[in-house]
């Protein structure tokens, strides 16, 4: 298998590498389906992909989740994070996200994970929570796991509070891809960046694989990048 571990300086950094890696897949005609992430890691990423020359008009995106309950128009939903930081300034051929105000929760699962499987990941950008968690997978979340709704933990809902005016705004629950379903990504490119995340790389660099940590879920994958400026 391929893991590789590249520590950067900064994220500035870490956005070109990313650049890079897209440029030679685009240039390979390898790239047609991206697995998109959301959350504060991604910023920057995405800014430095907007200002680039490379071109997704080709490209399908698949985000990894959405809040249940939260429209696009709302600013904390995904869809929103994702117009602002990167669909509004990119072109894409599609874009893909759960549909938070689906009313049947069950069939816009298993229609996220139909067109998932019609459009095989060719790269999947991951971030990490601090417990963690990969996309919504908190832990304990098998391994085995397709889309499907989760409850958030109190962990992760402490930590995404801050981007809520009210408490009582926050969802407690979200569409996530599933574990099995990011694993079937040709290629993994994972971002941690902060000393908050390092006890999740410290887990993915150590030997357990476990689904009390799901990040560690990684070392079965083929093919993964860690760009990190943990040391
Ligand atoms: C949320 C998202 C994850 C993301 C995580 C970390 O929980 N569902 O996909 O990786 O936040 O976010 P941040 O990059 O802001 O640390």
Redesign the pocket.
């Known amino acids: 298998a391929f893991f590789e571990v590249i520590h950067v300086a900064n994220q500035q950094e870490a956005a070109s590498i990313v650049q890079e890696k897209l440029e030679q897949d685009l240039k390979a005609n390898t790239l047609n389906v991206l697995g998109l992430?959301?959350?504060?890691?991604?910023i920057p990423i995405y800014k430095n992909l907007v200002e680039s020359s490379l071109d997704f008009s080709e490209v399908t995106a698949f985000n990894?989740?959405e809040y249940i309950g939260l429209a696009p128009t709302n600013v904390n939903s995904y869809a929103y994070f994702m117009q602002e930081h990167l669909f509004s300034r990119k072109q894409f051929k599609e874009t893909n996200i759960p549909n938070g105000n689906a009313m049947d929760l069950d069939a816009e699962c298993a229609r996220y994970e139909k067109q998932l499987n019609e459009h095989p990941l060719d790269i999947q950008f991951?971030?990490?929570?601090e417990n963690g968690?990969?996309?919504?997978n908190e832990p304990g979340t098998s391994f085995n796991s397709v889309t499907h709704v989760a409850n958030l933990t109190d962990s992760?809902l402490g930590?995404?509070s801050q981007y809520f005016d009210d408490e009582e705004e926050i969802p407690h629950t979200?569409f996530t891809m599933g574990i099995a379903s990011i694993m079937k990504a040709k290629k993994i490119i994972l971002l941690a960046f902060g000393e908050k995340k390092r006890p999740a790389i410290d887990a993915l660099l150590g030997d357990t694989i476990s689904e009390e940590w799901p990040i560690t879920v990684l070392k079965n994958h083929p093919h993964v990048t860690v760009i990190t400026d943990i040391k």
Request: no cysteine; hydrophobic share 50%.
């Open positions: 992430a959301t959350g504060s890691t991604m990894l989740d991951l971030g990490v929570g968690h990969i996309a919504f992760t930590v995404n979200a």
